[in-house]
């Protein structure tokens, strides 16, 4: 059984960091891996997103419109952008902080507050404004692998094992060393939440 | 051995640690900018960022002239720079392996063009490999030099965008060391003048027919037949990964070495088939070398050629190929979503400077390709035309030259980057010619580094970072050339450089301006934020205009009108809304403090 994982969000939120500490675990739990790397202009504030395949064997790194297992969205309106990409079963992973697009800042287009409210009857949406709650515990850097502890916590949950030392380690092999505590007290409220 | 998880990039750089390689070579450019950062990490190499992909390429020759193991990466368009040197350079018999890295850009993510680099390595009669996961990558990487070393053929491997930045599973070995032998005076082999070039027309003619003969059982392509002889489909790269998700039960040959093609062995296996089906992105490459040798095969008629092939686009070709069934899969039908533009990040100096321009009376402005390319997209849309590094100051000219009107404006923009790269020999040829009747307004933007690639060193960095040993003076090197009046404005002092510019625009002559502002991201600026005070705000958005992240109208309690707000956590404290606000509703936060206090 493979999982498919979806990331989306804009440049400079740390998504290439979500790849990597996912991808290192998922190798360290002894499963192939295959990851899309975030695709765009990282770092300009337009869209990315990415991707990794988890299971026994994986070919392609691309997950197949309508197969994602989970969508990790850094942003509500990129949770909008990517839903299609999911199961119905498909589980979103929300941090609730808005973003403006330029579009919207402009007042040339409307934030679609409506439509993303509309996901919550199709799927199964945990969410969490990891933006505030990264800020509270440390700084505004750390929301994203306080997603990474909500994944965690859902492969768990569908009985799909990744242990948690695993996540840790792989946490430590990739943010700077005095980081390291604070980025898993992100982990942690994510797993707990 | 170790187990690791790895980008193409990454693992391109690992097999050339492991092959022994000597010397890497750069300039960064989007997908495979991180295939020298990832070389940089092993002592063993020689690596450099070099001014530019021609000056990279012959670095890396320089290397295999003198018998080390080179390579040479660049993005696809890098090669059009290089290919003067290249086209004399495969003549040689390659004496260090060489490897040339193209990362070519199906569906255009980050380019200005999808040139499909297959054809540039026929053209300049390299041998061509082709990978399709990291593990491929490193392995191709080794046995594409050693390749090189046989035949004595320059090797070019070919990888796309995805690949590139797509990690997965690589096994580690350890290195290999090879002697320098050092490079052979021998001129009649090295200098390509005519009498020495002349023979080199057919040697090369030779030199791949033997690389086509070992081709015939190479390891690099694999064949996977099936019991059924009715389809057989050639592929090769990422594709062969999406093909084999769709878990088809038809034959198919995956070629890892794309060029040549082994005729005898294409001739042998498609006559087996009833039909032969290419899938590739871009052109037809491997359809047409396979129609050459007079196999019968279809592709391009199925598959687009443009865009990439993912899983979907191929199960959707192969069942207009009749391969497969139609699909039973409803399509998905997604609502149009709001785009998200990149946009200049919070803080960046060149906000500034595209403010002040779009309220100017510029008449045309030419753009140039680094992170002010940005400048073409919303909010200020202020780029007539963008078209390769370096082009804007040649294309300025050339409009100069032929307008009857000459006294409209034109303001013409380079960044220190692309000015170092290939922008300068175009400074000195605007001299040329010049006769005081125009009105051009240059704006060298110099954000101290190669900012859109991830902030990598260039000529001026290190005249800002002691980390940087070049150090040179856009507005020296100009007045250097000829240039009497070349001045240096702050970004973030928009009044000033307002209106510095803005008398420039309105007067006649060449004007030329280096507008210094360190990269907010490189440099990381943090300083402290600004708000907005609502009861001074009159909602005009000459702030919001500027496109800053952290600004947005918002309602705020008992204030009927929208009014501007920032925010706090995202701010980085540039000033420029501040400045651009005719009421100074936008106020300092440490002023702030005070005041509470």
Same mark, same amino acid.
């Given at each position: 059984?493979?999982?498919?994982?979806?990331?989306?969000?804009?440049?400079?939120?740390?998504?290439?960091?979500?790849?990597?500490?996912?991808?290192?675990?998922?190798?360290?739990?002894?499963?192939?891996?295959?990851?899309?790397?975030?695709?765009?202009?990282?770092?300009?504030?337009?869209?990315?997103?990415?991707?990794?395949?988890?299971?026994?064997?994986?070919?392609?790194?691309?997950?197949?419109?309508?197969?994602?297992?989970?969508?990790?969205?850094?942003?509500?309106?990129?949770?909008?952008?990517?839903?299609?990409?999911?199961?119905?079963?498909?589980?979103?992973?929300?941090?609730?902080?808005?973003?403006?697009?330029?579009?919207?800042?402009?007042?040339?287009?409307?934030?679609?507050?409506?439509?993303?409210?509309?996901?919550?009857?199709?799927?199964?949406?945990?969410?969490?404004?990891?933006?505030?709650?990264?800020?509270?515990?440390?700084?505004?850097?750390?929301?994203?692998?306080?997603?990474?502890?909500?994944?965690?916590?859902?492969?768990?949950?569908?009985?799909?094992?990744?242990?948690?030392?695993?996540?840790?380690?792989?946490?430590?092999?990739?943010?700077?060393?005095?980081?390291?505590?604070?980025?898993?007290?992100?982990?942690?409220?994510?797993?707990?939440? | 051995?170790?187990?690791?998880?790895?980008?193409?990039?990454?693992?391109?750089?690992?097999?050339?640690?492991?092959?022994?390689?000597?010397?890497?070579?750069?300039?960064?450019?989007?997908?495979?900018?991180?295939?020298?950062?990832?070389?940089?990490?092993?002592?063993?190499?020689?690596?450099?960022?070099?001014?530019?992909?021609?000056?990279?390429?012959?670095?890396?020759?320089?290397?295999?002239?003198?018998?080390?193991?080179?390579?040479?990466?660049?993005?696809?368009?890098?090669?059009?720079?290089?290919?003067?040197?290249?086209?004399?350079?495969?003549?040689?018999?390659?004496?260090?392996?060489?490897?040339?890295?193209?990362?070519?850009?199906?569906?255009?993510?980050?380019?200005?063009?999808?040139?499909?680099?297959?054809?540039?390595?026929?053209?300049?009669?390299?041998?061509?490999?082709?990978?399709?996961?990291?593990?491929?990558?490193?392995?191709?990487?080794?046995?594409?030099?050693?390749?090189?070393?046989?035949?004595?053929?320059?090797?070019?491997?070919?990888?796309?965008?995805?690949?590139?930045?797509?990690?997965?599973?690589?096994?580690?070995?350890?290195?290999?060391?090879?002697?320098?032998?050092?490079?052979?005076?021998?001129?009649?082999?090295?200098?390509?003048?005519?009498?020495?070039?002349?023979?080199?027309?057919?040697?090369?003619?030779?030199?791949?027919?033997?690389?086509?003969?070992?081709?015939?059982?190479?390891?690099?392509?694999?064949?996977?037949?099936?019991?059924?002889?009715?389809?057989?489909?050639?592929?090769?790269?990422?594709?062969?990964?999406?093909?084999?998700?769709?878990?088809?039960?038809?034959?198919?040959?995956?070629?890892?070495?794309?060029?040549?093609?082994?005729?005898?062995?294409?001739?042998?296996?498609?006559?087996?088939?009833?039909?032969?089906?290419?899938?590739?992105?871009?052109?037809?490459?491997?359809?047409?070398?396979?129609?050459?040798?007079?196999?019968?095969?279809?592709?391009?008629?199925?598959?687009?050629?443009?865009?990439?092939?993912?899983?979907?686009?191929?199960?959707?070709?192969?069942?207009?190929?009749? !391969?497969?069934? #139609?699909?039973?899969? +409803? &399509? /998905?039908?997604? $609502?149009? %979503?709001?785009?998200?533009?990149?946009?200049?990040?919070?803080?960046?100096?060149?906000?500034?400077?595209?403010?002040?321009?779009?309220?100017?009376?510029?008449?045309?402005?030419?753009?140039?390709?680094?992170?002010?390319?940005?400048?073409?997209?919303?909010?200020?849309?202020?780029?007539?035309?963008?078209?390769?590094?370096?082009?804007?100051?040649?294309?300025?000219?050339?409009?100069?030259?032929?307008?009857?009107?000459?006294?409209?404006?034109?303001?013409?923009?380079?960044?220190?980057?692309?000015?170092?790269?290939?922008?300068?020999?175009?400074?000195?040829?605007?001299?040329?010619?010049?006769?005081?009747?125009?009105?051009?307004?240059?704006?060298?933007?110099?954000?101290?580094?190669?900012?859109?690639?991830?902030?990598?060193?260039?000529?001026?960095?290190?005249?800002?970072?002691?980390?940087?040993?070049?150090? !040179?003076?856009? #507005?020296?090197?100009? +007045? &250097? /050339?000829?240039? $009497?009046? %070349?001045?240096?404005?702050?970004?973030?002092?928009?009044?000033?450089?307002?209106?510095?510019?803005?008398?420039?625009?309105?007067?006649?002559?060449?004007?030329?301006?280096?507008?210094?502002?360190?990269?907010?991201?490189?440099?990381?600026?943090?300083?402290?934020?600004?708000?907005?005070?609502?009861?001074?705000?009159?909602?005009?958005?000459?702030?919001?205009?500027?496109?800053?992240?952290?600004?947005?109208?918002?309602?705020?309690?008992?204030?009927?009108?929208?009014?501007?707000?920032?925010?706090?956590?995202?701010?980085?404290?540039?000033?420029?809304?501040?400045?651009?606000?005719?009421?100074?509703?936008?106020?300092?936060?440490?002023?702030?403090?005070?005041?509470?206090?």
């Amino acid at each position: 059984m493979n999982k498919n994982i979806l990331l989306s969000g804009m440049g400079g939120q740390g998504l290439v960091l979500m790849t990597d500490i996912i991808c290192e675990a998922a190798l360290k739990a002894g499963y192939e891996v295959k990851s899309n790397d975030v695709v765009g202009l990282s770092q300009r504030g337009g869209m990315v997103w990415g991707n990794v395949r988890i299971g026994d064997k994986v070919y392609s790194p691309n997950i197949r419109e309508g197969q994602g297992d989970y969508l990790l969205a850094m942003e509500p309106l990129e949770a909008l952008r990517w839903h299609h990409m999911l199961k119905e079963q498909g589980k979103i992973l929300l941090n609730e902080k808005h973003i403006n697009p330029v579009l919207v800042q402009q007042e040339v287009e409307d934030y679609p507050s409506e439509a993303i409210e509309a996901l919550n009857e199709e799927y199964q949406i945990l969410s969490i404004n990891a933006a505030k709650e990264a800020v509270r515990i440390g700084n505004e850097k750390i929301a994203n692998v306080i997603l990474i502890g909500m994944l965690a916590k859902a492969l768990l949950s569908d009985e799909f094992k990744i242990d948690e030392e695993y996540w840790r380690e792989s946490i430590k092999d990739f943010v700077p060393e005095k980081a390291i505590q604070l980025n898993y007290k992100a982990f942690n409220l994510g797993f707990s939440n | 051995m170790k187990k690791m998880m790895m980008t193409g990039n990454e693992a391109i750089a690992r097999g050339f640690y492991e092959a022994g390689g000597v010397l890497a070579s750069s300039y960064p450019g989007s997908p495979t900018v991180g295939i020298l950062s990832a070389v940089n990490q092993y002592d063993e190499i020689y690596s450099e960022f070099s001014t530019n992909e021609k000056v990279a390429l012959e670095v890396a020759i320089g290397a295999s002239f003198n018998g080390a193991r080179a390579m040479v990466a660049m993005k696809h368009v890098g090669l059009n720079i290089s290919l003067d040197p290249l086209m004399a350079f495969t003549e040689i018999p390659t004496q260090g392996p060489f490897l040339l890295v193209t990362g070519d850009d199906p569906g255009l993510s980050s380019s200005q063009n999808e040139q499909d680099n297959r054809n540039l390595g026929k053209f300049a009669n390299m041998a061509i490999v082709d990978p399709s996961n990291s593990q491929e990558a490193l392995e191709f990487t080794k046995k594409a030099l050693d390749l090189s070393s046989k035949y004595n053929i320059p090797m070019m491997l070919r990888i796309t965008s995805r690949l590139c930045h797509s990690r997965s599973i690589v096994t580690l070995n350890d290195r290999v060391e090879y002697d320098i032998p050092g490079m052979e005076k021998k001129p009649e082999k090295y200098c390509m003048i005519p009498s020495n070039a002349k023979s080199q027309q057919t040697y090369m003619k030779d030199r791949l027919e033997a690389v086509e003969a070992y081709a015939y059982d190479t390891s690099l392509n694999i064949y996977e037949p099936t019991e059924d002889k009715g389809v057989l489909i050639i592929t090769s790269g990422l594709l062969y990964e999406n093909l084999k998700e769709l878990d088809l039960d038809v034959s198919i040959w995956k070629l890892g070495l794309i060029y040549p093609i082994s005729k005898k062995r294409a001739i042998e296996i498609t006559a087996d088939y009833d039909e032969v089906i290419v899938i590739e992105e871009m052109t037809p490459f491997i359809e047409n070398e396979l129609k050459l040798m007079g196999v019968v095969c279809k592709g391009k008629e199925y598959f687009s050629l443009t865009g990439e092939l993912s899983i979907e686009a191929i199960e959707k070709g192969l069942e207009g190929a009749a !391969v497969i069934n #139609k699909i039973n899969q +409803k &399509t /998905i039908e997604s $609502e149009p %979503v709001v785009a998200r533009h990149p946009v200049f990040c919070t803080g960046c100096p060149h906000r500034s400077t595209f403010d002040i321009v779009k309220k100017s009376k510029a008449d045309l402005v030419i753009g140039d390709i680094g992170c002010y390319s940005l400048a073409a997209l919303p909010p200020f849309e202020q780029s007539n035309s963008i078209i390769s590094m370096g082009a804007s100051v040649g294309i300025t000219k050339g409009l100069i030259k032929s307008r009857k009107n000459n006294d409209k404006p034109i303001v013409s923009v380079i960044g220190d980057g692309t000015f170092f790269h290939s922008g300068i020999p175009s400074f000195i040829n605007l001299l040329h010619q010049s006769d005081g009747e125009e009105n051009v307004t240059f704006l060298i933007l110099d954000n101290r580094t190669t900012a859109m690639t991830g902030g990598q060193h260039n000529g001026s960095s290190g005249r800002f970072n002691s980390k940087n040993d070049l150090k !040179v003076s856009i #507005k020296d090197l100009l +007045k &250097t /050339i000829g240039f $009497e009046e %070349v001045e240096e404005i702050n970004q973030y002092n928009y009044k000033k450089a307002k209106e510095k510019i803005n008398n420039a625009i309105g007067n006649k002559g060449i004007s030329i301006f280096v507008l210094n502002g360190p990269c907010a991201l490189k440099y990381k600026l943090n300083k402290p934020y600004y708000y907005v005070d609502p009861t001074v705000c009159i909602g005009c958005r000459n702030c919001i205009h500027t496109g800053c992240p952290p600004l947005e109208m918002k309602k705020y309690h008992n204030i009927d009108k929208l009014k501007s707000s920032i925010d706090q956590d995202m701010c980085v404290g540039c000033s420029v809304c501040a400045q651009v606000c005719p009421v100074n509703a936008i106020k300092l936060s440490t002023e702030l403090e005070v005041e509470d206090e």
